[in-house]
Every structure is written in structure tokens, then in C-alpha cells.
């Protein structure tokens, strides 16, 4: 599937349990789209295609779905779960691993290209081509159900930012999922934001959106 639907899978993850932190939220996250850096082969390919280099490189066919297996899940948990306070690690590298597994499902069900190749996810690979995924019913990569799960998941976003008063652009901005909160909420005729646990740092109260370009609305009971 694409990054924008593994993005907004893995963040609502991260918000299942109601006391997660920014920080945990962002490493899982981030756990839901690392598989998808053995796909970064394409940007040379594209480059040496582009500038005439013969041959061009083949990273991204060569590569890809290389790290889409158990071997860099739990070095992507390992790593990724080691940025978060000791306390709270334990859980934070379960849902890391949980993210990179249901990323990998999502591909099996729904990443088949343009050209019919399923793309197999090899489990074990690097290390071995032993065990290769792949199911029979899956649907393309632009196939409507994509589409109902990324739409579906924009609304589970979209409820949250109304009762929690965050949504995924946290990974990138406080500043800015402020605003998109205060929009959202605007336009949806919310009133303030409920206490929500996920302080960074700590469990309790989400920061308060700062700044909040319409304060005197979200005051509204
Ligand atoms: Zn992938």
C-alpha cells in the first residue's frame, strides 16, 4: 500500500492504548514505514535512467521487499523502541514490531503492481529466500479497497482530533497539528479538546495545542 496509508495505519496504532506518548506515537509510526526504505533504491534508478548512465542501476527491483521480513523487523524495534524512555520501552517496541507486521499485511493484501507481480514478501530475508509470502486474493496497488482503508482511516483520524485533540501531523509539528486541530474542529463545530493522556515524556494531558489561532472557540464547552 502506499506510505500515506502505512503512516496513518501505524499512528492510529500507536494511539490504541489511551496513555502513549508523543514520542511513542512517532517511533511507531515511524515502525509502520521503515519497511519501505529498501524502495529507495528507485530515486538512483530514476537519477541514472534520467541522466543516461549505462546501465542504469536496478536498486529498486533488486532491493525491494528485502527488508520487508521478520530479520529487520527486530532490528527496526530494537532501534526504533530504544528511543523511548526505559519505563515505557517494552510496550513501545511490541507496537513497533506490531506496525512493521501490519504493514507487511497490508502489502499482502494489497500491493499487487501494474504489471500483476505480486511482489512476495521473503520473511526471512536478508538471511535466507526460505519462507516467501504471498496471497492469492491480493488486489492491486490502486484497487478501491486501498482506498476504503485509507478513507477509513482519515476518519478514525479525524475522530481523534476531536476527542483527543492530536492527529499524525504531531510527527512532524506540534505547531502545525495544532492548526489542523483547531480546523478540523472549526469546521466540524467541536468545542475544546477533552484532557487527553500522551504528554511527551509522561502519561497524562496531551500538550496544549500552541499556538492556538482561535482560542475563544476552542473555549466552547
Ligand atoms: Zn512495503
Known sequence: MSPVTHGLLSWLLGNAPRDTTRRERVVVTAGGLIPDVDGLGAVPDVLTRALGVDPPTQLFSAWHH??????????????????????????????????????????????????DYAWPLPYLAPLSQAVLLEWSGQWALNAWPNFAITGAALAATVALALRRGRTFVECVSLRADAAVVAALRRRLGRGAPSPAPGAEGSPGPDPTPSPDPTPSEEAAP
Open 66 to 115: 528485502e527488508l520487508h521480513g521478520l530479520p529487520f523487523a527486530l532490528v527496526a524495534a530494537g532501534g526504533l523502541g530504544a528511543l523511548v524512555p526505559c519505563g515505557r520501552r517494552a510496550r513501545a517496541t511490541a507496537l513497533v514490531l506490531l506496525a512493521f507486521h501490519l504493514h507487511l499485511l497490508c502489502d499482502l493484501v494489497g500491493a499487487r503492481g501494474p504489471d
